[in-house]
């Protein structure tokens, strides 16, 4: 059973566009949820997270929407650039250490 | 900070072969986590450390499968008799002790191809 639940599998936007990745979960003991951003060849990257106490979150471009009753949180990327293009991974925490990861957004920004 | 470093960062072998991969942690962190990450899927959580104690392996880890962590240093994973099934990528993160909600961080991961 998938924990995390993240959709769409895949997405193209424009430059300049805004790409909204989403996320869905059940276990309501999870108590932290990072994104992370992943090149080819790397590993995953933290990009930005958010507590369940708080509903919105920026960092530059990058914002965490969350709704905690909704159980679902989504990443909007504004101004969407080439650069961007990447797989972005939603996660969620319970346990201190227990990290449980989306399939993944394979997002694709065209000039 | 030098981040988080995996050795090899590709690594072929033949199917029945031993293979071991090492990492080395964030220096100051002390929670070292495995995962393996296979095309087109989120990182899936294999065993993790608390110092040099293994608190915690996934039932995806098969007898085949060794982790140590010796004096809560760099760590190593070991996959015996290799199967084609055991092709991915092996991620390892780590991340600090003194805070709930310390993130992982991860290093660019070691691909094994078993053939």
């Known amino acids: 059973q998938q924990q995390v639940k993240q959709s769409p599998q895949s997405l193209i936007v424009q430059k300049g566009g805004i790409p909204i990745i989403n996320c869905a979960y059940e276990?309501?003991?999870?108590?932290?949820f990072p994104w992370y951003q992943q090149f080819p060849g790397k590993g995953p990257a933290l990009l930005i997270a958010?507590?369940?106490?708080?509903s919105e979150k920026k960092e530059g471009r990058f914002t965490i929407s969350f709704n905690k009753s909704a159980k679902q949180f989504s990443l909007h990327i504004m101004d969407s650039q080439p650069g961007d293009s990447a797989t972005y991974f939603c996660a969620a925490k319970y346990n201190f250490n227990k990290f449980y990861f989306g399939s993944g957004t394979k997002l694709n920004v065209k000039p | 900070d030098t981040g988080v470093s995996q050795d090899p960062r590709h690594k072929i072998t033949k199917r029945g072969q031993n293979v071991t991969f090492r990492c080395d942690p964030i220096?100051?962190?002390?929670?070292l986590y495995w995962y393996r990450q296979t095309l087109g899927q989120g990182p899936e959580f294999l065993t993790y450390f608390q110092n040099e104690a293994q608190l915690e392996k996934s039932r995806l880890l098969s007898d085949r499968f060794s982790a140590e962590r010796p004096k809560g240093s760099f760590s190593t994973l070991e996959i015996q008799r290799t199967e084609q099934g055991d092709s991915a990528m092996y991620l390892c993160?780590?991340?600090?002790?003194?805070?709930?909600?310390?993130?992982?961080?991860f290093g660019n991961g070691t691909r094994l191809t078993v053939t």
């Open positions: 993160a780590s991340s600090a002790l003194w805070t709930d909600n310390s993130p992982l961080h």
């Open positions: 276990n309501t003991a999870f108590d932290y």
């Open positions: 958010i507590r369940p106490d708080v």
């Open positions: 220096s100051e962190h002390n929670r």
